[in-house]
C-alpha cells in the first residue's frame, strides 16, 4: 500500500470517527434532558452527523452560516466540544453565549455561525443579505443556509432564490429532508414540490444527496462550493432520518415508541439510515485495508 493510499484510507477514517463523536455527544445531551438538566427547549439532531460533517469540512475559512432552530449538529462539529453548549443550555456564563442565548437562536461567530433563527423561512433573506454585502465587499466566502422540508413551504424560499440568482449570489441552500414538519409528513400536509424544477425555473443548480455517506457528502459539498464561488447560488436537498423527538429528550414519555439510551450504544439503526452504521463499517474496512 502506498503512502498516498494509506492517508486516504486514514482521513475517510478521521471522517467516520467525527460522525461516531458527534453522536456521542448527541446522546449524553439526550441522557441530561432526561434529567431536566436544562431550562431551555433543546431540539437534537441524531441522524445528521454524517451532513454536519460534511459540511463543516466543505465550509472554507471565511464562510458564515445560517441556521434553523435544530441547529445542534453544526455547533457540536464546527465547535469541535461539547462543554462550552452544555454550559450554554444551562444558563452559565462559560456558554458559547454566555448563557444569553440558549439553543434555538445560538450564534458561534468566532467558527462561522452567524445566525440563527427559531422563525420558519425567516433565515433565507438573512443569508441573502450576507451574501449581497460579501459581494459589495469583493470577498470569495460563501454563505451556507440550512432550512427544511417545511421552510421550502414558505414564500420566503422562493423569493430567496429569485434574489440570489437575480444578483449571483455565493449562497449554499441547504434543504434537510426529514419529511417531517409540525409534527407532519409531506405527505400529510402538502403536494411534492420537486425542488430540481423550483430551482431550475431560477437558474440555480440543484443536487439530491442520500445514503450518509460523510465523504462522499464532502466531496459534493466541496464541488458545490467552488462552483457558488464562480458566481451564483447553488441547493442541496439532502434525504435523512430523525430518530429523536422533535424537541426534548427521547424517550420523551413511558409509552414513547422511540427508545434512546447511551447505555445501548451509538448506532440505533442497523441500516444506512443511520450515519453511524456506515461510520462504524467504515472504521472496520480502514482496519482490515490497513492491516492487509
Known sequence: MSALERMAIQQEAALAQRVLQLRQWQQILNEELKSGAFAVPVHLAMGYEALAVAVDEAMGPGDQMVLTHRNIAYHLARGGSIEPVLAEYRGSEQGLAAGRLGSMNLTQPARGIVYTSSILGNNL?????????????????????VLGD???EEGAFYESLLFAASHQLAVVFLIENNDHSLASTIAQRRCRIDGAS??????VPFASLSGNDAALYRERLRQVRRRCQSGGPACVEVALTMFNQHAGPTPGWPSDPKRISIEDGLLLE??????????????????EKILA
Do not use: K
Open 125 to 145: 433573506p438573512v443569508a441573502c443579505g450576507l451574501a449581497l454585502a460579501h459581494q459589495t465587499y469583493n470577498r470569495s466566502d460563501v454563505v451556507w443556509v
Open 150 to 152: 417545511g421552510s421550502m
Open 198 to 203: 423550483l430551482c431550475g425555473a431560477a437558474g
Open 270 to 287: 442497523p441500516h444506512s439510515r443511520d450515519p453511524v452504521y456506515l461510520a462504524l463499517a467504515c472504521l472496520e474496512q480502514a482496519g
